[in-house]
């Protein structure tokens, strides 16, 4: 059990570029999550694979973000036309069959210039 | 929606000061309450779940408690090394994600 892997760890970008994280699950989990935490706050919920589809997404998630997890292993999270307002950190988790607990890795930090 | 309260904000302690952190929720069909405890620049790590009222989960000098309506994280004698962030966590019956609070932040001075 190597844990939840994310890369980058940190990104800086200028308003308006496109960014991409990437999230390796642990390996035996089917199930995977995107959360974002701001400071001060607990983590808020993006959207859910189980395998490779993607069964829930939160109206948090605009039209600029896209979620993608080919072949039910690693996932990506791309937010395109990037806005000062989404610098926080980006979490990813992962579990096995319901209800056992999430997972998580220890995020990507995105900062807007 | 669900919805979750932790109390307070902030705690700061002496080593060897016992306290609780107290976490109130709202779900519809309660599947699962989560304590995450969360370092500086890390991800939230698992610590426990409870499933139902009157359960009690122990991990060293923590123990957490839960009824309908909440939780508390019971910190016994606390160490500097129990200096976090600890979040409560709730997943409903009819939904996979985890609704959190906003944590309390605890210090523990030696």
């Known amino acids: 059990d190597t844990g939840v892997s994310q890369d980058p760890r940190h990104k800086i970008t200028k308003r308006g570029q496109n960014v991409t994280f990437r999230c390796d699950p642990i390996?035996?989990?089917?199930?995977l999550y995107w959360y974002r935490q701001t400071l001060g706050q607990g983590p808020e919920f993006l959207t859910y694979f189980q395998n490779e589809a993607q069964l829930e997404k939160s109206r948090l998630l605009s039209d600029r973000f896209s979620a993608e997890r080919p072949k039910g292993s690693f996932s990506t999270l791309e937010i395109q036309r990037t806005e000062q307002g989404d610098s926080a950190m980006y979490l990813c988790?992962?579990?096995?069959?319901?209800?056992?607990?999430?997972?998580f890795g220890d995020g990507t930090r995105l900062s807007i210039l | 929606e669900d919805q979750v309260t932790q109390s307070p904000e902030a705690l700061r302690l002496q080593e060897g000061e016992s306290s609780s952190l107290n976490c109130s929720y709202t779900?519809?069909?309660?599947?699962?309450l989560f304590w995450y405890r969360q370092d500086p620049g890390k991800g939230p790590e698992f610590l426990f779940t409870?499933?139902?009222a009157g359960e009690e989960k122990e991990k060293e000098r923590l123990k957490a408690t839960l009824t309908k309506k909440e939780s508390f994280l019971h910190i016994t004698a606390p160490k500097p090394e129990d200096s976090a962030t600890y979040l409560c966590?709730?997943?409903?019956?009819?939904?996979?994600?985890?609704?959190f609070g906003a944590g309390t932040t605890v210090t523990v001075r030696a």
């Open positions: 390996s035996e989990h089917n199930r």
């Open positions: 409870l499933y139902s």
């Open positions: 988790a992962s579990s096995d069959r319901s209800p056992q607990p999430q997972h």
């Open positions: 966590a709730v997943r409903s019956s009819n939904d996979y994600k985890l609704s």
């Open positions: 779900v519809s069909g309660l599947r699962g």
